[in-house]
């Protein structure tokens, strides 16, 4: 049963990965038409700026080509001069700047030049002015430098947003190369089958019959029948008929869930002992069952049960079964130890758990006197009884 919850959890996990690759096949059309436009309004502010023609300037001795800018309606080859009036311009319009409003401020290779205030992330209450190019798409440059040594740069800034579109339409082209990937990937990947499913099918069937069992335990024969297979859950090689042949079989198991190891050993002769242990007061505390084991008939015979706990063993034989009622205890404390999630470990580990449990029960019984104080607190509380009155009848 505890092979089934696994199962069920890696059916859970691969049914949420199919949601997931099916969530992102709806929103792909919507990215690849995003990036698509991205990439055609891109190139075509390349184009633009690209048929923009360069003017010759002379600067000292040397010549030089530059692309003219716009400021205020005049047109500037002399980039330091274009720089100086832009930050004139915008020290003119810092009223409106700083109120929220966008300015138009020229233009430059083919795309109009704007300005606006942007707060800062660390103080909304100051302010830097940057620029936008506005084509097909807008484009923002760094803050500007109102320095009068630097008048120039502010129009370097432009040519940097400009020279990075080819990086933009490159990086975009990836992107939309990797939806397309992903959703190739994906559909790939929603064909495939849970692997697990067939194994899933057939246990998710044999617990039916367990169950169906369970319930059915209104005779000794169903009540075994239940029993063997709530131990094939556990340890799947009590259905390897060669298991009644080894003499020296034995499994040692340990749970995160429950203080108590469980061991599954063979007594020889096909007879099993199957038990929770503990420790109190350095004594091994048992609560099991021994049993031959027929794995043909897929059923057991129990031939003793034992409850330390409650001081309770009984031995059976074909001529004393066991009664329906011993074998409903032995049936409910396998089928505890299947829903308690137990995993296989060595020898020393199951030993060193056992002498941890004696610990687990010491403390378990100083919560149980705790509580039992609490209760008969409570009663004095409440009235059930008087302390004085309780002492006046014993005198």
Known sequence: MKDISKLNNLKSSFNAGRYRLQDMLKDAPRQISICEKAINLYEQDKATTNATNKVKVRVGDEEREVYPITIGGQEYADRTAAGKTLVELLDKNMTELHSGRTIEVGNYRGMKVNAFAMELSIDRYSKEI???????????????????????GNIVRLDNVINNLD????????????????????????????????????????????NAELLAADNEKNACLAIYETLSFILPEVENPDIVKDDEFIRYFVSDNNTKPFVFESLGNGEFFASRESKMNG???????????????????????????????????????????????????????????????????????LDQSERGEIISRLDDMLDIADTIDNAIDNGVFDKSEQSQERL
């Open 130 to 152: 940057k620029l936008e190019l506005e084509g097909a798409k807008r484009y923002y440059t760094t803050p500007l430098n109102f320095d009068s040594t630097r008048f120039e």
């Open 167 to 210: 990086k933009l339409i490159i990086s975009t082209k990836n992107d939309l190369a990797e939806i397309k990937q992903n959703v190739a990937e994906a559909e790939k990947e929603l064909q495939k089958p849970f692997e697990q499913e067939a194994e899933l099918v057939e246990k998710t069937a044999r617990l039916e019959v367990v």
């Open 283 to 353: 004594d091994v505390m048992v609560c099991g069952a021994t049993f031959k084991l027929d794995v043909e008939g897929k059923t057991i015979e129990l031939t003793s049960f034992r409850d330390d706990s409650i001081g309770a063993y009984e031995e059976y034989n074909s001529s004393n079964p066991a009664d329906l009622e011993t074998l409903k205890k032995c049936l409910e404390e396998f089928d505890y130890v299947d829903s308690q999630d137990y995993k296989e470990v060595s020898k020393e580990y199951f030993h060193e758990k």
